[in-house]
């Protein structure tokens, strides 16, 4: 199951990446602060950085930094040489992982900084359009046995508001994972946040557990 939560980890580390991608975020501050981590007490998770929360169901938790830290060499272990390195110079941030007791269904919210001016230039749906291939190709050189992988850019409700998202489903270990990633742009940074779970109900419930700060 380990290398199962790698996998499904990899959308949120390839689309944090900006050197290829065109992106418009939903919330855009021409000024840039100095970045601050969201905060988890309990089952709660607020970034008033990002302006979003979410409160994580009863049986989920919060990985902690030295969680967070090995789970990112395993996903990073798992990439090829290429996309190793351009992760390792990226400069990501991992400002929330957590997941359900099986360790299965997740969610993550990846930050890079990118500064105010360059997001501003930036297309939303075209930026996940060129992701999606490259996600695809990423599943394929790890080597791995996938009965399917497919990906669109579509829409999804999160907390009440319809944003233009990208949606993936994998096939593998037996299991079918759906996965939906949203960009947030604050503050000169790019957020992208992805949940992903093992069946389509639950995702959309995880989904609408998110919440917009005022």
């Known amino acids: 199951m380990k290398k199962l939560l790698a996998i499904v980890l990899v959308m949120a580390m390839l689309c944090s990446l900006t050197a290829c991608g065109t992106l418009t975020g939903i919330l855009m501050q021409q000024t840039q602060k100095e970045y601050s981590r ?18 994580l169901p009863e049986t989920w938790s919060f990985y902690d930094d030295e969680e967070i830290k090995k789970l990112n060499k ?50 939303l749906e075209a930026y996940y359009e060129e992701q999606i291939p490259i996600i695809r190709n990423s599943f394929r050189d790890m080597g791995m046995s996938f009965s399917g992988t497919q990906g669109e850019v579509g829409k999804a409700t999160v907390g009440g508001k319809e944003l233009p998202c990208i949606k993936m489903t994998i096939k593998t270990y037996g299991k079918t994972m759906y996965q939906v990633g949203f960009a947030i742009k604050s503050n000169g940074y790019l957020a992208m946040v992805t949940v992903s779970t093992t069946d389509e109900e639950t995702l959309q419930k995880l989904l609408d557990a998110f919440y917009w700060l005022e």
């Open 74 to 123: 395993d996903t990073i272990d798992m990439l090829g040489d290429e996309r190793q390195e351009t992760m390792k110079k990226s400069g990501v941030i991992y400002d929330m992982v957590a997941s359900d007791t099986d360790k299965i269904n997740n969610m993550n919210v990846v930050l890079e900084e990118v500064g105010a001016v360059k997001l501003a230039k930036l297309d």
């Open 38 to 55: 969201g905060t988890m007490e309990g089952q709660t998770y607020e970034s008033e950085f990002l302006g979003i929360g979410c409160k």
